[in-house]
């Protein structure tokens, strides 16, 4: 069985531009969720997809954004990229609410894909 | 608001010894809780979950008791190998479907 896929593995990107990075789920899994993870801020949440409608949404500006396909793909964009956007973004997937009071089917987490903004 | 305090780190520790991670949670609702394992250039790896209070999770060795009384839910393995040395996090679930982790322990087992 497939994992969580993400693409590229790696980017460099200069100040200014925007990126989008890609997510395959697990096949049959509807959610999709971005977590930004660096070494000062740790892992924090960006937003939660679930059948194309984002249902929550992190406290980051409106430069990330992201969208859900209809075979449940994700892509998050990162638009006017700053020097504090370089981290690790991880994708993760799940059947369900897997972080619901008692969805416990937990998230699939892919291998990242490492932004560098130079 | 949700937040996840994790025993710092690093933690070195010799193979066989035995490990102890600290976690504690904001009790707000009734969370599902989990484990995840970070190994070097790698994306996160569920280790293990408990979805209520007093279910205990358990995978290769590694273990956690959903405890509400003490908000905690502490990873232990009795005996480490140097296959385990990694990233070790602790996370809630919530009703707003996402997790939130502690800040993570680097664990360290030396032959």
């Known amino acids: 069985k497939a994992g969580v896929t993400q693409t590229p593995r790696y980017l460099i990107k200069t100040r200014g531009q925007q990126v989008t990075l890609s997510c395959s789920p697990i096949s049959g899994h509807r959610s999709v969720s971005w977590y930004q993870q660096t070494p000062g801020q740790g892992l924090q949440f960006l937003f939660e997809?679930?059948?194309?409608?984002?249902?929550n949404k992190g406290n980051f500006p409106g430069r990330f954004s992201g969208r859900q396909f209809s075979n449940s793909r994700s892509e998050m964009n990162v638009s006017t990229l700053e020097l504090g956007d370089s981290a690790l973004y991880l994708c993760a997937s799940s059947l369900g609410s897997g972080a619901g009071p008692r969805g416990g089917y937990g998230y699939t987490f892919g291998s990242g894909t490492r932004l560098t903004v130079v | 608001g949700n937040s996840v305090t994790q025993m710092e780190g690093p933690v070195t520790l010799s193979e066989e010894a035995f490990l102890t991670i600290n976690c504690t949670y904001t009790?707000?609702?009734?969370?599902?809780l989990f484990w995840y394992v970070q190994y070097p250039g790698e994306g996160l790896q569920l280790l293990l979950k408990a979805t209520k209070a007093d279910d205990k999770g358990s995978n290769k060795g590694f273990e956690a008791t959903y405890r509400k009384e003490t908000t905690s839910f502490h990873l232990e393995k009795g005996s480490v190998q140097v296959s385990d040395s990694a990233v070790y996090f602790c996370a809630r679930g919530g009703s707003a479907r996402q997790l939130t982790f502690g800040s993570g322990t680097q664990l360290t087992v030396l032959p």
């Open positions: 009790a707000t609702g009734y969370p599902s």
């Open positions: 997809y679930f059948s194309e409608t984002q249902r």
